[in-house]
């Protein structure tokens, strides 16, 4: 039986390695593509999904534009790591498929309303804004969901946007507050494992000798966005964060975490965004959030070239 899910992001270089990963992937039926402002603005992460579509040969695929900023706070966007247009590393054709009519949230809440409960996962790969509006507007639709698995936030790592804070959930806190508050089972795919999946030199070439404008592209990518972590952590390679979510649901054993007590600061500029996750146990907060910490990198680059190859 497929597994269905709906890919909320913000593509992206790494999200557009998450999207093709589940096009790759029989197990995953993808009923739609909701686009949210993060790594770049509205316009540019709802083109470049369809960008990817098409370079997966997938123009039937369901793609829609969400929310173009944050609840409450001005969008911040990350171009000096995805290049100007989100996807820099390789020139690809415009789009042609259309996006769909209506709004993301309202193809989220329909979409969610119409299925038996239990029967969606939600993939959200960016800030949360699109997914915390579709909750706050049609609260019926929370116990539909069989669960949310994202990226986003770190505890060991804490924060690669501010000291203290990971993209995703720094861009817009107030709505990650309400999805980890929302009671709904969630998996944390935080720094802490996103940054144990370091590209290497082997694993990129690995994309290419696929020897299809597919892996071709996905070695483009990680090249580019290469340099600038590299730079920046001084590490190995760069992360792959956004494909973790979908690997886990891949091959959950791939991955290791707590699950815990994680709860988002809205308050402090100076923490904004920051993911206080209850790692030692140490209150009583209600655990509400499988914190993932470890994760097997080849598996998982096993995995992500063997279905990047089959697009
Ligand atoms: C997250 O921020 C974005 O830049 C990436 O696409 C990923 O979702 C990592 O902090
Ligand atoms: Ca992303």
New binding site residues.
């Given amino acids: 039986m497929t597994r269905k899910i709906i890919i909320d992001t ?6 557009a390695v998450a999207i093709l990963l589940a096009l790759g992937s029989p197990e995953l039926e993808v009923l739609g593509i909701t686009c949210v402002a ?2 770049v603005p509205l316009p540019l992460t709802s083109k470049n999904a369809r960008v990817i579509c098409e370079l997966a040969g997938r123009r039937d695929v369901k793609v829609f534009a969400g929310c173009e900023k944050p609840l409450q706070r001005p969008l911040v966007t ?1 171009e000096y ?2 290049g100007k247009t989100g996807l820099d590393g390789i020139e690809l054709p415009a789009p042609t498929m259309p996006l769909q009519d209506g709004h993301a949230v309202d193809f989220l809440i329909e979409t969610l309303r119409a299925e038996a409960p239990g029967a969606v996962t939600l993939c959200p ?2 800030p949360l804004t699109n997914i915390a509006t579709a909750l706050q507007r049609a609260p019926d639709i929370a116990p539909k969901i069989a669960e949310i698995v994202l ?2 936030g770190a505890y060991f790592e804490v924060g ?2 501010t000291p203290a804070a ?3 959930i720094h861009v817009d806190p107030q709505a990650a507050e309400i999805v980890f508050k929302s009671g709904i089972p969630l998996v944390v795919m935080p ?1 802490d494992v ?1 940054h144990k999946v370091l590209t290497t030199r082997a694993r990129v070439e690995a994309f290419r000798a696929l020897g299809t404008p597919v892996g071709h592209a996905v070695a483009s990518w990680t090249d580019f966005f290469e340099r600038f972590d590299m730079a920046k952590y001084g590490s190995q390679g760069a ?1 792959l ?2 494909p973790c979510v979908i690997a886990y649901l891949l091959r959950p054993e791939l991955f290791e975490g707590r699950h815990i007590n994680v709860e988002i600061e809205t308050q402090s500029e100076l923490t904004m965004g920051m993911t206080v996750a209850d790692w030692w146990g140490v209150t009583d907060r209600p655990r509400n959030a499988m914190f993932m910490g470890k994760v097997d990198a080849e598996g998982f680059y096993q995995l992500l070239t063997e279905r990047i190859g089959r697009l």
């Fill in positions: 913000d593509p992206g270089q790494d999200d993060g790594n990350a790591v995805h790969l960016g990226m986003g690669n946007t990971e993209f995703n720094l996103t992360p964060h956004d």
